[in-house]
Structure formats: C-alpha cells, structure tokens
C-alpha cells in the first residue's frame, strides 16, 4: 500500500495548484482526477462557455454591423467551426495542466476515481482498469459539482442536454428550451439566440438572477427580451414530453398554463455535489442536507486531516473562490499561517453580453444589515467610452456609506462590467473612497473614467 503525507481528490482550480505547491513545499503528494485534468473551469465551464460566447458576439456583430456603418453582406454561423475552435481552447488550457503538472518533483497523479475505504484510507479504481490502494495523512477533496437534473415530471422519456452536453451539438437548435434563469441558462440563452436559434427561458423564481437586486434582475430580462428571448419568470414546469416534432414542456405561469413546442431542452437549474460515490461515510465526513461537504472557516471538515476546497463546500461556486481556496489551505498548512475564508471578497461576473459584474453588498443585503448608505446609479448611456463604441446598454451603481465613504458594493451591467467592478473591489480592498474615486485622475476615454461621474452625485 502506497503512503502519501498528502492525497488530493480532484484536479480543479483549488487542487491542481495546492497539489503542486504541497509537492513543491517537500510532502509526498498525490493528485487523483477520475476525469480530465483541470476540473469543471477549463473542460465544461468557463474556458469552453467564454470561448463559445466569443463566438456569438462576433455573431451578433456581423448581425448589427450596420449599427457601425459597415456592411456585412450576408453570414453563416458554422457550429462544427464553433465547437472546433471551443475544442482547440479546452485543449490547450487542459494540455497545459497537464504539463505543469508533470514536472513538478515530489508528485504522482493517478488517472481514476478514488473511494474512502477508512478515514485515511482510499482505493483508487484507475482508468486502465486496475486499483491502487493508499494512505495518507492529509486528504484534501476538490471534486466538485455536476448538474442537477430537475424532478419534472416526463424528463425521464425526454432528450435533455446539460451544460456539459451542449457544448458538443453541432448541428444548431431551431427552438432551445431552457430550464432555469441563472448563470449557466443566460449565458447559454444569449450564445445560441445570437447563433440563430429561438430561445425560451424558464424560471421558477419571480425574477431572472434572483440573487441581485430587482433593478439589475429587470434591466438584464429586458436586455435579453430585445434580442428576441422569450422569458418565462414565476414559471412552474408541470411536464415534458417528446414527439416527432421536438419536445413540449407545460408551464404554469400564475394562473395560465402554456404549452412550449422546442426542439431541444437544456436543463440549467443548478448543479449537485458529487459526495455519493466516493463513500464519505467511510471516513466519517459530514455534509449539510444537500450532500455539500460541512467544512469550517479554514477548509476543515468534522475530521481532523480532511479538508475539502471549491464548489463541494457549497460556497459560492466560482472558480476564482476555489483557487482562493488552495491559497488558505497551503498558508496554513505550510507557511503556518491562520488565514480563514470568512469575510473575504467574492467578486463575480456574468458573461452575457454586456457583462453582469458584482462585489460586496447589493441592496437588499445593505438594508438588511441595517446599515445606512446612499446608492449612486448611472446609466451607461452617460459614459463616453460607451457612446462612442456603440453600446449603451446598462448601468452602474454602487452603496456608499453614509459618514464614511466607503464603498459598500458595486454592480456594473454594461460593456466592461466585470473589469469596472473590478476597480471597483480594488478600492474597496484598498479602503480608497468614494469621495477618492470621484477626484481620482483616469486616462481619457476609458470606462473607467465613468467612475468619477458615478460618484459625482455625491454630496461632498
Ligand atoms: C457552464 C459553466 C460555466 C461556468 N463559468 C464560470 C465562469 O465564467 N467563472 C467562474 O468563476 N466560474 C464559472 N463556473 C463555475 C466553475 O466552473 C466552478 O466554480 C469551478 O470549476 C469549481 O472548481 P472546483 O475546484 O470546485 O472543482 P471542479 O473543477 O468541479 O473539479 C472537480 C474534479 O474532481 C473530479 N472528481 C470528483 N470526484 C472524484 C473522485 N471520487 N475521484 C477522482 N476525481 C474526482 C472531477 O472529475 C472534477 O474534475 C462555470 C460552471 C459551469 C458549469
Ligand atoms: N460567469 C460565471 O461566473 C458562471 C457561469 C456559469 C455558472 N457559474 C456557476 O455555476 C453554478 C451553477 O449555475 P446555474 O445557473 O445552473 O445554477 P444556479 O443555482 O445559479 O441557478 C439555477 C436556476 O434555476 C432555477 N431553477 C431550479 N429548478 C428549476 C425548475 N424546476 N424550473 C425552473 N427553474 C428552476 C433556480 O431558481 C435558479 O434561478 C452557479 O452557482 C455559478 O456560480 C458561474
């Protein structure tokens, strides 16, 4: 039986680096991945969607280039293209996982699903066929989520195809159903509506993003509406069914029942951690009712010596807060630092086209802590960078607090969003002002100029 100081279990933003910086700090390491190396960001989630959504802005811009004064006479969307250029990214992120892997001293990486057979104990069924028994005294478990698929009722008689799923189809949906009104079902929503597809949306919650603020969740349900997506919000899906036609899905929308005729249903309505397999039982790891791992503020589960990083935390599931992750764990753990996720930023970013981008407190969050601020709201259509590129879609807006100044949070729907948030975070991180970033000397004309306009409302 094979004994390593640590074992890994999973190849995801938070494992692959804590793998090679435990390796690289002296410990005998071991790195587990049943699937293909860099996780759910670089194989079915970020790198291959962002890649696509590429794709569909130049769609897009081919569609309106007229807006511009140029002409474009006539354009076809290829998805084999598409899919192949999609491809080509994913394989060079993940062939350079790979690689850095490979090189580094001090680490093995088995190809294979491990299973808890004690508390420091595992056996590793590998890909080729045969099994590995080890042991360890630190076990880290970065595995991750996988879709969920709904309980509707006629799924089970039904083709439905998932985030990881979609990204293969080559051939182009005439009517895409989508259920679910987050991330995962705009960004999908908007890349196929702009490669030719109709597009329906299903959400069971009365707005779409219903975790910002009602202005943001409305400004982005009319940004999509206008590029031609039918939205369904308050929406309960009562069943599917599929025929020589496509697929039919009954809704219920308050009162009145529609039936929706699509060709093709993508199921986007969250994801569900994969704790089932590997039989955390065994080795005595608690989860909450949800099946995510229960860990304290320092990544430790209930069992001293386990600790579990990324989206099987339940935190908040972005590949930045995984990565996040692996840098607490290996201060701690090596450096003999007490760093702890509690309190810490969680910035993100939406990539519909303009971006969604956000940090710190919404509104709604704001007054439920009681505390008192003033919102500063500005159209994009007042940013110069905006008007003179040609899209003014959006607003910024952030919670500033009264007395202090400080900024509270910030979201930016418009073009840029996710990179003006950004300064946005930095000044927070910093404890810059917003009296400071009204005065602050940005080159002209940048987005970011547009920050001195937004706090301009400011009384002082
Ligand atoms: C379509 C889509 C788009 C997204 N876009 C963004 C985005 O733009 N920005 C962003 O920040 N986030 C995005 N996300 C979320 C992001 O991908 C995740 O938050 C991130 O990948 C989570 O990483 P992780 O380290 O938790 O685990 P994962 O990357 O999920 O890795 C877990 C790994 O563990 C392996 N594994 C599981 N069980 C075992 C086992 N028993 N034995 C061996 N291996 C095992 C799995 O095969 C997997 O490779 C997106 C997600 C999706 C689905
Ligand atoms: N740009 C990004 O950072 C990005 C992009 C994609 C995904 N992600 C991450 O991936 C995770 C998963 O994304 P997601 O969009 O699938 O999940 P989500 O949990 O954010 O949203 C799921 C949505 O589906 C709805 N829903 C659930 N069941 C439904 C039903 N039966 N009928 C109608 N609606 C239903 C929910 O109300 C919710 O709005 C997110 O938490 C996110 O952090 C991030």
Known sequence: MMHFKAVIIGSGQGGTPLAKKLAKAGWTT???????????????????????????????????????????????????????????????FRGGSEKGLEQVEHLTIFHGEAVFTGPKALTIKLNSGTAEDITADYIFLDIGTTPQIPPVPGLEAVSWLTSTTILDLTTLPAHLLIIGGSYIALEFGQMFRRFGSEVSIIEKSPHLVSREDEDISEAVQKMLEAEGIRIFTNAQVQRVDEHSRGISCAIKVGEQTHTLEGSHLLLAAGRVPQTKAIQLDKAGVQTDDRGFIKVNDQLETNVPGIYALGDVTGGPAFTHISYNDHWVLYKNLVKGAATSVKDRQVPYTMFTDPQLGHIGLSVKEARKKGLDFTVCKMEMKRVARAIETGDTRGFMKALVEKGSYKILGATVFGSEGGELMTLLQMAMLGGITALQMKEMIFAHPLYAESLNNLFMQLDN
């Open 30 to 92: 071991a790195l587990v991945e049943k699937r293909f190396i860099g996780g759910t960001c670089i194989n079915d989630g970020c790198t291959p969607t962002k890649a696509m959504v590429a794709s569909a802005k130049v769609a897009y811009t081919a569609a309106n280039s007229q807006q511009w004064g140029v002409t474009v006479n006539g354009y076809s969307v290829n998805m084999e293209s598409i899919v192949n250029r999609k491809n080509d990214v994913v394989q060079l």
